[in-house]
């Protein structure tokens, strides 16, 4: 027997094989060259240059507005994306009648898969001069700006993540058990404590994971701030951008890369204490 | 709520009909619609450097999306044949090869591969016979690798979610009935499991087709699709772009209706 489970074992590694090299190389190497370089020291030539030290952290505040835009703007998005996501979602898990709701729901996919530059792209155009402002100015209202402001990235980003928000909380309302609701309202319940007492703490880890996943590709977000907020409005992504393909201060670049993934954890584990110990139940698996 | 729904609806599908409108556009101007035409298209496709760009996508796509089919299904078979803790490993890197933000997997595979290069490059010329050694540098190869590690973690948890729902009954049957191993898993395992492995496959390369962010980094002299759209947006929107734009638009969503369907499917083993 001891050679078929040596074959057995060796039919196993063949299998892991090809995407454990595939993780090692292009995930953790890479992530550990980072780690070194943001405790090196910026070349002359730009670059890096072997050192210990911390100054590249210390030096995070230089970058100060490109961190303040991020983590205002992405909180602020996903929870917009939050509160136009739940309605969506609840009207497709709940009250959508049968033989609309695959359609409806592979509707709410296919953007999630087209391009996000693409989408983002559209809304130059209505943002733009000859958009909506042109058409306000049509009925008298003149000197609108509304690209390259706060307020349209904030529109591109609930735009592109709002079919990231609502699947998570569509799979979550969608297991939620009827029987409790009618139990609810049998036991006197009004609609509104039905709603806040199960239906809401019941989804609740759809609503932590689609929030933290929404969050989280905020983060690093590059492409709405650059085409909606044209350089006025940056993210920490467009930090990123100038001083790796622009500046070329890697070892700087490397240090907020490595904040970005910190955050990025922080965010993940707060989102799933809070579910956790609202509703008893982890995260929502999106597959 | 019925009426929210619906304008919800309208928001995420009024701008992409704008494009796809103004695509068809007579005039040169984005603002007024001026009559129906496809001049766009024509332009477009003899625009020598967006040809190109769309084949370089075309070509970092396939090859990434069926690198990333083949091995993400092997690891998923691989997977459920290990232990507890090989699982937990596994499960935490490809977690994280879908959550770490695009930028971060693309500014880290840059750093990685250019400081492998200088190592290498010069160790190629040293050991090289005669003066043209190969040089390695960013392009197709990064591009294909960076993402095809997103691609074959999303394959994986797919075709391991499709995995954990088969019937172990039939898996048993058909041991009991003497079929070796090889013979149950391409009659029974493999025919549950192929609809996943497609769906992966087309959401993999549709990823790859869409990717701007780690492309931009990992691209080198390269340029791909959205690359080349970033950098014609930014001199200007012209009417040329919307074409491609539509085209691309009308290729991801019949990619994903495809995937979608394939999900679906329910394939009794033969």
Redo the contacts between chains.
């Keep these: 027997m001891h050679g078929s489970r040596l074959r ?1 074992n060796f ?6 094989g ?3 090299a ?2 090692v ?7 550990i ?2 780690a070194v ?1 943001s405790v090196g020291e910026r070349a002359p030539e730009g670059g ?1 240059q072997a050192a210990l030290t911390l100054a590249q952290y210390a030096n995070l505040p230089a970058r100060a507005t490109a961190f303040w835009n991020t983590m205002v703007l992405a909180p602020v998005g996903a929870l917009a994306c939050l509160l ?1 996501a739940y ?2 979602a ?3 898990a709940l ?1 959508a009648p049968q033989r609309w709701r695959l359609i ?1 729901l ?6 999630f ?7 983002t ?6 943002l ?1 001069g ?2 909506i402002p ?1 058409l306000l100015a049509f009925i008298g209202i003149e000197d609108i700006r509304l690209i390259n402001t706060p307020g349209a990235v904030l529109l591109g980003i609930v ?1 592109g993540y ?2 990231l928000m609502i699947l998570p909380i569509y799979v979550s309302l969608e297991r939620l058990d009827r029987r409790l609701l009618e139990a609810s309202a049998d036991l006197g319940a009004t609609p509104i404590s039905t709603f806040l007492g199960v239906t809401l703490k019941l989804s609740l880890p759809g609503v932590m994971t689609g929030f933290s ?1 929404v969050m ?2 905020l ?5 709405i701030p650059t ?1 909606l907020g044209g350089g006025k409005v940056f993210f920490i ?1 467009n930090a ?2 100038d001083l ?2 622009q500046s070329r201060n ?1 070892p700087f ?2 240090a907020i ?1 490595i904040t ?2 910190l955050v ?1 954890v922080v965010v ?1 584990i707060a989102a799933n204490r809070i579910s956790t110990r609202v509703s008893g139940a982890r995260r929502v ?1 999106l ?1 | 709520m019925r009426a929210f729904v619906i304008a919800v609806f309208a928001f995420l599908y009024l701008p992409i009909a704008l494009v796809v409108l103004f695509s068809f556009n007579a005039g040169h101007h984005a603002s007024e619609f001026t009559g129906f035409s496809v001049q766009w298209y024509g332009k477009a496709l003899a625009n020598p450097f967006l040809v190109e760009a769309l084949k370089n996508s075309l070509f970092i796509a396939t090859t990434s999306a069926l690198l990333a089919a083949l091995c993400g299904t092997a690891a998923a078979l691989g997977l459920a044949r290990v232990g507890i803790r090989t699982r937990a490993v596994f499960d935490a890197l490809l977690g994280a090869a879908i959550v770490v933000p695009g930028v971060v997997i693309g500014i880290s595979t840059l750093v990685a591969l250019v400081q492998l290069f200088t190592v290498v490059n010069p160790f190629l010329a040293s050991i090289w016979p005669d003066d043209q050694p190969p040089r390695l540098a960013l392009g197709y190869g990064s591009i294909i690798a960076a993402h095809g590690l997103f691609s074959m973690a999303l394959v994986t948890m797919i075709v391991g979610t499709r995995l954990g729902s088969l019937d172990r009954n039939l898996v048993e049957a058909s041991s009991d009935l003497y079929a070796t191993p090889l013979t149950t898993f391409r009659s029974i395992v493999l025919p549950q499991i192929m609809p996943a492995v497609v769906a992966g496959f087309l959401l993999a390369f549709t990823f790859s087709f869409d990717d701007f962010i780690i492309a931009f980094f990992v691209a080198g002299a390269q340029t791909t699709l959205p690359i080349y759209v970033f950098a014609s947006i930014r001199r200007g929107v012209t009417p040329e772009i919307n074409a491609i734009a539509t085209i691309v638009l009308v290729a991801s969503v019949l990619l994903v209706v495809l995937a979608q369907w394939q999900l679906r499917q329910r394939k009794p083993p033969n």
């Excluded at chain 1, 039919?11 to 892991?16: E, F, M, V, Y």
């Excluded at chain 1, 898969?113 to 989408?119: A, G, H, K, V």
């Design positions: 057995r039919l196993t590694a063949l299998l892991l090809p995407a454990a595939w993780l190389v292009f995930l953790v190497l890479p992530f060259a980072i370089f890096y136009v309605p969506v609840y009207y497709l009250q409806l592979a509707l709410v996919v296919i953007p898969w087209t391009s996000l530059l693409m989408r792209y559209a809304w130059m155009y209505i733009g000859r958009g042109a735009y709002l079919p996943l989280i590709l983060l690093g977000e590059y492409l085409l992504g990123l951008v790796f393909l890697w670049g490397s890369a970005l993934v990025s993940l698996d597959i």
